[in-house]
Every structure is written in C-alpha cells, then in structure tokens.
C-alpha cells in the first residue's frame, strides 16, 4: 500500500501519499517505542532485514540505495531532503531535478519508517539503508559504521539539486571544483566513482559519448555495441530514453564479444557486485559517462584508478571510508524536525 510511483510526486497526488502513509505509520509508531530504549541495534537490525528483503525481491533497488545517500547527502547535507515531495515552501523538490533522473529506493524508505516510527528520522534511514545495500552488493567487503541522531530538513527544491549535483558530462576540473566545495579530495573523487561498478544509466546520461562529433574517446567498439543496444532496449523497454547498465562486466558474454572487453582480473561471475571492476572498464575506456573518462585525463586520477583496479582490497577499505565521510555530511538549514512521513514535512502530513 505504501509503494507509489513517482507519477505521485506533483500537486494533489502527493497530499494522498501522506495520508495514505499517515494510516500506515500510526500502528508501527506505537510499537515503535521499543526500539527507543532498544536503542541503535534493533533499529539497524530492522534496517539490515527491510533493505535485505527489497534487494532480494527488486535487485534494481540495492544501487538505488546506494546512490541515494550520495544525492541526499550532496544537497543540503545528510537531511531527507530528497525525498520529500511537497514542502510548505516548494513542491518542485528534488525529485524533480533533472540530475535525479531515475532516483529509487524510496518505498523501502517508507518501510522501514512504517516500521520504526518516531525511532529514527528519515535521513538516518537513508544512509542506514545506502550503507546496508553497499554491503549486501559488495558480498560484506564494503563495511562501516553510521552514527544515528539525524534530524530531517523541511527544504528541497529541485533548482538547489541541479545547482549542486554533479554533472555526467562535466569535465574533470569541474568534478574536482564539485567535489572540493564539499570537503572531498580529489582522490576521494575517484575513489566514490566506482560506485557506478553497478546499477544503471539512462541514454540522456551518456548520450554524447555514442556521437561522433561530442565524443570523448570511448572505445569503439563499445560504442558501436553500445548504441547497437541502445537500438533493441528502446524497443524491448518501450521508451526513447531506456537504461542500460553501468558495468559491462554485467552485461553478457555476447556484448562483451562485441565491445572486445578484456575482462582478465574481472570477475565476470559477480554479475551485480559492488567492487572495483569499475576501474579495469575505466581503464578500457568502456564506462558510461564522460565524467568517468575524464579522470583518465589527469596523472594523479590516472595513477589512482590503476591502484584500485590492482587491489580491489584498497578499495573495498578507501570507498567503505569515504561513503562514512559522505553519511556524515552536516545538515544545513535551520528548521528541523522528525518526519512522520519521509514523503512529506510535518506541516503538510494531514
Ligand atoms: C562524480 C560525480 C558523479 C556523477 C557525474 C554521477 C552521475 C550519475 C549518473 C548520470 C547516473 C545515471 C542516472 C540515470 O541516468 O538514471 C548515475 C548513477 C549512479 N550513481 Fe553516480 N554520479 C557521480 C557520483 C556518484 C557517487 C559519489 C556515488 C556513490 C554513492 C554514485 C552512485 C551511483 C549509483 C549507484 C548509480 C546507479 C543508480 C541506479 O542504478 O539506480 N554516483 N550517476
Ligand atoms: C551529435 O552532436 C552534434 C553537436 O552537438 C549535434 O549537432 C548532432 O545532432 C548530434 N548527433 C546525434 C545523432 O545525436
Ligand atoms: C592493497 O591494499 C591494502 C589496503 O590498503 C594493503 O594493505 C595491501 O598491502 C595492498 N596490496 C598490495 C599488493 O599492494
């Protein structure tokens, strides 16, 4: 009952999402006072099982989570922000923002808030659950511990989003710019991209990389498999805009004949996994956005990436450590409160 689509994110539809959420959360929230002395524990245990048996059900949603933490996190710091859908002060929230194209997870937000009530604000949720899912993805080798006490935001806006998340097509001097007006270095830059070792990109994120005349040098041959797919996934998904997927290690054999991928080093079997497969396809130039090749273009990135791809170990340690740098990202704002919707400030929940 609590799963709605993002159809549901505008104007009168999202008022029904809280009421309808309202009649969800009440009985939880009553037995939710045993997790208040229970304390930290019962609520990650309760967080663990919810993303366990979502990303068991809809594998899709585990990236989700994933990238969430980021998207909440870069905007406003770690708030809720992004998944609110109507504020007393905007209703073209975050959501809407063009550079949150194909954000999801947020029905297991809500289960778990359904679950826990007043126990836990939705912005711990969301880095408990994007810290669950990376380590479920990375078969327990992405591991770190989340603090709780996060309060939620009562700001979104889909302007402050765009204005602030980083873009697939920027060039590597605005990712560092990006990066560093939120306390990241440069390696922690390469470091957090290997994120996109999973999950799924819309052709809108990498369109440029398939024409001839705005291309960065991808491989060819990747590219000529690529757009070769793009081709049968318009079809097959019924959009002009489908996904494909981020790594070509999760791609098939046949696709990886075609795009001449070396996958020596790879794990081709881990179809899914959260790991350092991302900088073996970097260094092939076989990654999706242009924001992922530019960091080819500099020594020190450069050097960074053939670090990862030889010792996926480094990296299970150096990403566990800067997705707990990111959880911890300081909400800004004023106003705060402990949502009762994740959907909606408490003003708006009727
Ligand atoms: C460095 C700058 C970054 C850029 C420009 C970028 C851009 C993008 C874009 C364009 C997509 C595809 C969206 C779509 O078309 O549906 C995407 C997907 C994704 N990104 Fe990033 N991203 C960046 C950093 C990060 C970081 C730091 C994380 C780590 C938390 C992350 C995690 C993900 C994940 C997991 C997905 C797949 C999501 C899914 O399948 O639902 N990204 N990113
Ligand atoms: C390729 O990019 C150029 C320059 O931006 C544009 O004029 C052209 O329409 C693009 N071609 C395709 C097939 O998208
Ligand atoms: C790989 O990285 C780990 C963690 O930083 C380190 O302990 C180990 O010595 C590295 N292995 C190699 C072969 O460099």
């Not at 996934?233 to 795009?259: L, V, W």
């Amino acid at each position: 009952m609590v799963k709605t689509t993002t159809a549901a994110v505008a104007g009168v539809l999202s008022l029904c999402v809280c009421v309808l959420l309202a009649a969800g959360v009440q009985p939880a929230a009553a037995d939710a006072g045993g997790y208040g002395y229970g304390g930290k524990k019962s609520i990650e245990a309760t967080v663990r099982e919810v993303v366990e048996k979502a990303i068991k059900r809809r594998p899709a949603v585990g990236p989700a989570l994933v990238r969430l933490v980021f998207h909440d996190c870069w905007v406003n710091g770690c708030d809720g922000s992004v998944l609110l859908e109507k504020t007393p002060y905007s209703s073209s929230t975050e959501k809407a923002a063009v550079n949150n194209i194909g954000l999801d997870g947020f029905d297991v937000i809500d289960a778990i808030k359904a679950k826990l009530g007043a126990a836990v604000s939705c912005a711990d949720i969301v880095v408990l659950a994007g810290r669950d899912a990376s380590a479920i993805l990375s078969r327990g080798r992405v591991t770190y511990d989340v603090a709780t006490g996060r309060k939620d935001g009562v700001v979104s806006s889909a302007a402050a989003a765009d204005a602030v998340l980083p873009e697939p097509t920027f060039e590597f001097a605005q990712l560092k710019d990006n990066f560093a007006r939120k306390g990241f270095t440069q390696g922690e830059l390469v470091i957090l991209s290997g994120a996109h070792s999973i999950g799924v990109a819309h052709l809108s994120s990498f369109q440029d990389r398939l024409n001839d005349s705005t291309a960065t040098p991808i491989d060819d041959q990747y590219r000529a498999a690529l757009s070769a797919d793009v081709g049968r996934q318009k079809m097959s998904q019924n959009t002009p805009n489908p996904t494909e997927k981020n790594n070509i290690r999760d791609m098939g054999a046949a696709f990886q004949q075609a795009a001449g991928y070396d996958a020596t080093g790879v794990d081709t079997s881990a179809v899914g996994a959260l790991d350092n497969s991302y900088y073996h396809n970097n260094l092939q130039n076989r990654v999706l956005f242009k924001s992922d090749w530019v960091m080819r273009t500099d020594g020190d990135a450069a050097s960074d990436l053939a670090e990862y791809r030889d010792n996926a170990t480094k990296w299970d340690v150096d990403f566990s450590a800067a997705m707990s740098k990111l959880s911890k990202l300081p909400a800004e704002g004023t106003h705060f409160e402990i949502r009762k919707s994740c959907r909606c400030t408490n003003q708006n929940y009727y």
